[in-house]
């Protein structure tokens, strides 16, 4: 039996094909907004529906109306659509906030993949940059900082002069032109806002932290930042499936 996950984020998809141990098998990415293109989804998922699964597919969703539209495109068939809020994840992690549903199912996950670390901090560079922290096992909660590519599109969209650039990693000096200085102020502006919320975090108990770096831009700043880091970017996906080989 063989079992599909997904992760649905504000700009991209990830759906996956897990073994009967859970492993990944086949992975396929694509932009959240093409969800919404008649029969895209099913399209996708075509690819996987001859694979003898389960009928049952986990969704990590942080844009429900793109849950609520996969959920339409498999009203009539035999497969049902979940998201991790629908179970009671408590069972697996415990959450030490006050309103769980405060927190993005992302973030979620990525704690429980996390969680066998026991104290654990996540970074995540996705449409935000998202810090999660867990201590003796349980998610305490984390930091929400603007995601980097989102604020480099939101710069040259605002502006009349300003370009999209890609971020180079070799600048050494303060810009000479306008790509160069922004790539400095990008660069040297996210360096400084990753290391320092790492260390007012990491000051607050003497606690040996596993970070844990994942999302689009976790090899580019792990060259960068302080600490030592582990890049793993699978840690999202992890955590969906032990939820579902926990809770289904």
Not at 96 to 124: E, F, H, P, T, W
Request: proline fraction near 2%; charge should be positive; include cysteine.
């Amino acid at each position: 039996m063989n079992y599909i996950v997904g992760d649905i984020g504000n700009t991209s998809t990830r759906i996956c094909l897990l073994n009967k141990k859970f492993s990944i098998i086949k992975s396929v990415i694509f932009d959240t907004k093409k969800i919404f293109k008649k029969k895209y989804f099913k399209n996708i998922l075509k690819k996987f529906l001859n694979e003898n699964l389960n009928p049952k597919f986990l969704f990590s969703s942080v844009v429900p109306l793109a849950l609520k539209e996969i959920k339409k495109n498999f009203k009539n068939s035999k497969y049902k659509i979940l998201e991790i809020k629908n179970l009671n994840i408590k069972k697996i992690i415990k959450i030490n906030v006050k309103k769980i549903n405060q927190i993005g199912s992302d973030r979620i996950v990525n704690a429980i993949g996390g969680k066998k670390y026991k104290n654990c901090l996540i970074l995540d560079f996705g449409t935000a940059t998202t810090f999660d922290i867990i201590i003796d096992g349980v998610y305490e909660g984390g930091v929400i900082a603007p995601g980097i590519k989102l604020s480099m599109m939101n710069l040259s969209n605002s502006t009349a002069l300003l370009p999209m650039f890609s971020l180079k990693n070799n600048q050494k000096n303060y810009g000479k032109n306008t790509k160069d200085a922004l790539n400095a102020g990008f660069i040297w502006g996210y360096e400084g806002l990753i290391n320092n919320i790492i260390d007012k975090i990491t000051s607050k108990r003497k606690i040996k932290y596993k970070l844990i770096l994942t999302g689009g831009y976790a090899n580019f700043f792990k060259k960068i930042i302080k600490k030592k880091a582990t890049v793993d970017q699978n840690i999202t996906i992890k955590g969906i499936s032990k939820v579902y080989k926990e809770l289904i």
